[in-house]
């Protein structure tokens, strides 16, 4: 158990006592933190909103200030992946599971289930549906992860701080604070976030590979299979994070990210290819003509429209807030060793626009099928609609193996990602933690998984995640005000030698004449 931190044993307790009130109480669970949850949309709507807005300009500023030649490590130190392994692991962790089965249900669902503005079906629903899918998986999202990771890469590589998210506000409350209780409370806070996060979506994820296998191959999608789909991913991925990550995420991502690819080509070919590049477009254009009319959108006059954005706009920044400490550490970890500018101008641009991709090919060849009414595919179940809608496409069912392959990947990385993070907020910010610690908080994680699904506790706790973003927001915004503090303050330090000398140059001419 060695440099296992405090943190560790309160984070346990606190995880463990929601998993037991999830297995005992699961509907009162899920009463009281939908309740919660509601409140905070309908009365911090406003602020998310304005929040994200606000990080997505600081980030911009930063890059393009005199911030952005700063090095995520120490003078001269060049990065520690190059830039394709880099990619392929911060789009692994970050967006994972979700772009698989996301990039077919939402654009379905905000065309033909519930539109934002527009009648459902309509052809304004459609361009709407592919606009608001951009704008929730763009940038925004993105410069929240980025935001953190950057902030911790700063603190931890460049100026020596402990890998914590407690450390990074040293240069406002002082260390004494930041390695006492205050400190412990904000780490803690950011373990069980990730724990809430990382469970809910490997149930969520055994459930999707379960009724994938069942569509392909017609094997019984019932909790014992979904139980040995956990058991056999926890083993995986518990052998990916014992070799560390060099080895195990590195290889993983790679190889999921050219499968990805592989799955992509396929179905733009077999698909509507050129219906697929003309919404690409038309929707890349409506996405920036119209990304601050989305950003500020809050609805106050109309109830529908405002239950909508309180379901899918709130819903995705809190959830993005809530997977930043884990997405944000893990960027951090790989990204030694680059420049603020190339850091930033990656974690923003490269992801975005690769989710941009999957939305078009995946999003649009799901609506071609229902638009023509070949396929209902906004009557499947989410774990099932890109199955679904696979299977009306030639070589459906290979796409739908190689599915199931990508999302067993994608299951294991970002499970193998959250037990690094997890073993460094818990050791002390160790960038290496020890082997048992990551295995102990994997298998912790799919012990909760097990018992989430079991239970039917899953709204329960992703609804706890969302709860506990709204504390950690006020974290991110102290991150910003405290990295801008520090990088300040060392820029106008590194200034003044060279003032010193211009002014020691020009004594000396006018000593000279």
Request: aromatic share 16%; net charge positive.
């Amino acid at each position: 158990m060695r440099n296992v931190s405090v943190v560790f044993w309160y984070s346990v307790t606190i995880c463990a006592l929601f998993v037991l009130i999830g297995a005992v109480a699961p509907n009162q669970l899920e009463t009281w933190s939908s309740t919660a949850t509601t409140f905070i949309s309908d009365k911090f709507g406003w602020y998310y909103l304005i929040l994200f807005v606000l990080i997505f300009f600081f980030c911009v500023f930063i890059t393009f200030s005199r911030f952005g030649k700063i090095r995520l490590g120490k003078e001269g130190e060049r990065p520690e992946f190059n830039l394709p392994t880099w990619f392929a692991m911060l789009f692994s962790a970050g967006m994972g599971m979700g772009m698989v089965f996301w990039t077919t249900s939402e654009p379905i669902s905000h065309a033909f289930k519930q539109s934002p503005n527009a009648p459902l079906g309509s052809d304004m629903a459609i361009k709407e549906s592919m606009q608001y899918s951009f704008f929730h998986w763009g940038v925004s999202a993105w410069a929240v992860y980025g935001i953190v990771a950057l902030v911790l890469a700063y603190f931890k590589f460049h100026k020596g701080y402990p890998g914590l998210v407690s450390a990074t506000l040293t240069p406002i409350f002082g260390e004494r604070a930041m390695q006492g209780l205050p400190g412990k409370l904000i780490d803690t806070l950011a373990i069980v976030a990730t724990v809430f996060g990382v469970a809910a979506t490997l149930g969520f994820g055994s459930a999707q590979i379960n009724e994938g296998l069942s569509f392909v191959f017609n094997t019984p999608a019932t909790f014992t299979v979904q139980l040995l789909v956990l058991f056999i991913s926890t083993v995986l991925f518990i052998i990916s994070a014992y070799s560390g990550v060099h080895k195990g995420i590195k290889y993983l991502s790679n190889i999921n990210m050219g499968l990805g690819f592989v799955l992509l080509i396929m179905l733009f070919i077999a698909g509507p290819t050129l219906y697929i590049l003309n919404m690409f477009t038309n929707t890349l254009g409506n996405y920036i003509t119209n990304f601050f009319d989305m950003s500020f959108r809050i609805a106050p006059l109309n109830e529908e429209n405002r239950s909508w954005i309180n379901s899918w706009t709130i819903f995705y920044w809190a959830w993005w807030i809530s997977w930043s400490p884990f997405v944000g550490i893990f960027i951090a970890r790989i990204s030694r060793g680059r420049t603020l500018r190339e850091f930033m101008l990656g974690v923003l641009l490269v992801p975005s626009i690769i989710c941009f991709i999957f939305f078009a090919v995946f999003g649009v060849s799901a609506i071609n099928l229902e638009q023509n009414g070949i396929a209902q595919i906004s009557q499947y179940a989410l774990e099932t609609a890109t199955f679904g809608m696979l299977e009306y496409y030639p070589l459906g069912t290979i796409m739908s193996f190689i599915t199931i392959i990508v999302i067993a990947i994608f299951f294991i990385t970002s499970a193998d990602s959250a037990t690094f993070v997890l073993g460094m907020l818990s050791s002390s910010g160790s960038i290496e933690p020890s082997s048992f610690v990551k295995i102990v908080w994997g298998i912790m994680l799919s012990s909760m998984a097990g018992i989430i699904v079991y239970f039917g506790g899953t709204q329960g706790l992703q609804n706890l995640l969302i709860i506990s973003a709204l504390p950690f927001s006020v974290v991110v915004l102290l991150m910003c005000g405290s990295f801008y503090k520090a990088a300040s303050r060392e820029l106008a330090q590194t200034k003044k030698p060279h003032s010193k000398k211009r002014s020691a140059n020009a004594r000396e001419k006018v000593s000279s004449t």
